[in-house]
């Protein structure tokens, strides 16, 4: 069955770009033949947010709002939307119009031909600061390297996922979730349409530098072990030239005696650069032992008001 499809929209704060999305999200559907439904997922907005839906319900039934208990994070609340979404499609898009809602109906074509997951990649990003655009463009590249998934590059939460891939991921319930990583993980049949990411409509952008690194290291973790491995490679190659060094100090001293051997700037440089080293790595394996703490305990992903 294609009749139906869920638009999930997560969103924090997001008082002045609602209305607006819903006009256009409304335009959109009026031109096709799907049914929609609204689902809106409220991620422990503390302004007018959700005020202003409800006025919009009054008018519209399609309107559903998810309320979470408090703010969980984007990727928790896009959870959520899925969870709860009933359709034989979902289509999950940002609240602030940097997804065009007009794409919508690209993404929809494609699933009518068969695609179970549509994703809408970016071909050029609007009104970002060049350090998260940079951010952005360095991450998906060293991402696209280390994990053996497939991701796409420059492909955000913005996609549709037809309704074998949703029961799909009801099954993945890992606390640190990074969604288009696990939507391509889990197969199925796939593929992109492009678009031109708008700048946002009005507000602020939820995702200040710190979280999105946050989200990086999520990724990275929930996806590769890559860092632990190369930390053993350092120390092999590490150790290998202490040994070549100490061979060539103790072989020169046979072959001169009383050769003088200065070197205090280079011995207390040496050490200060391996304790960064080493606590480094001990970050590093601590990245990945919160987060197996963290799932051990299973608690759930979210709850809802
Ligand atoms: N968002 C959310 N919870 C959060 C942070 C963001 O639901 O903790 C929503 C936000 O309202 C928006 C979407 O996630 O609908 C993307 O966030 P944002 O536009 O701020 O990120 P950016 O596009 O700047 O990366
Ligand atoms: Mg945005």
Same mark, same amino acid.
């Given at each position: ?32 033949? =799907? #049914?929609? $439904?609204? !689902? ?9 947010? @959700?005020? %202003?839906?409800? +006025?919009? /319900? ?43 809602? =007009? #794409?919508? $109906?690209? !993404? ?9 997951? @549509?994703? %809408?990649?970016? +071909?050029? /990003? ?48 890992? !606390? ?9 993980? @889990? ?119």
């Amino acid at each position: 069955m294609k009749n139906s499809v869920a638009i999930v929209v997560p969103f924090l704060n997001e008082e002045e770009n609602l209305p607006e999305l819903y006009r256009r999200l409304t335009a959109v559907f009026e031109k096709r033949s =799907e #049914t929609a $439904a609204f !689902l809106f997922v409220d991620d422990g907005s503390t302004d007018g947010s @959700v005020h %202003a839906l409800e +006025k919009l /319900r009054q008018n519209d039934p399609r309107i559903r709002i998810l309320q979470l208990s408090r703010n969980f994070g984007h990727q928790i609340a896009i959870t959520a939307g899925m969870d709860y979404a009933d359709a034989d499609a979902v289509v999950i898009i940002d609240a602030d119009l940097q997804d065009p809602p =007009e #794409t919508i $109906a690209d !993404l929809l074509d494609k699933w009518h031909d068969g695609f179970e997951v @549509v994703y %809408a990649v970016r +071909k050029s /990003r609007e009104g970002e600061t060049w350090i998260k655009r940079f951010l952005a463009a360095s991450f998906y590249r060293i991402f696209h390297q280390m994990a053996k998934v497939n991701v796409p590059m420059d492909a955000g939460d913005f996609r549709l996922v037809d309704r074998k891939v949703v029961d799909a991921l009801k099954n993945v319930r890992e !606390l640190h979730r990074f969604m288009r990583g696990l939507t391509c993980w @889990v197969g199925f049949r796939q593929c992109a349409v492009e678009y031109d990411r708008a700048a946002r409509h009005a507000g602020e952008t939820k995702y200040p530098v710190w979280k999105s690194l946050r989200l990086a290291a999520d990724a990275i973790t929930s996806f590769s072990a890559l860092p632990l491995r190369l930390m053993t490679v350092m120390g092999a190659l590490i150790a290998l030239c202490g040994f070549i060094q100490g061979m060539w100090v103790i072989v020169g001293r046979i072959i001169n005696p009383d050769s003088y051997v200065s070197g205090w700037a280079t011995v207390v440089a040496l050490i200060l650069f391996m304790a960064g080293v080493q606590l480094l790595c001990l970050g590093l394996v601590g990245q990945y032992i919160s987060r197996i703490f963290d799932e051990t305990k299973r608690r759930p992903l979210y709850f809802l008001r």
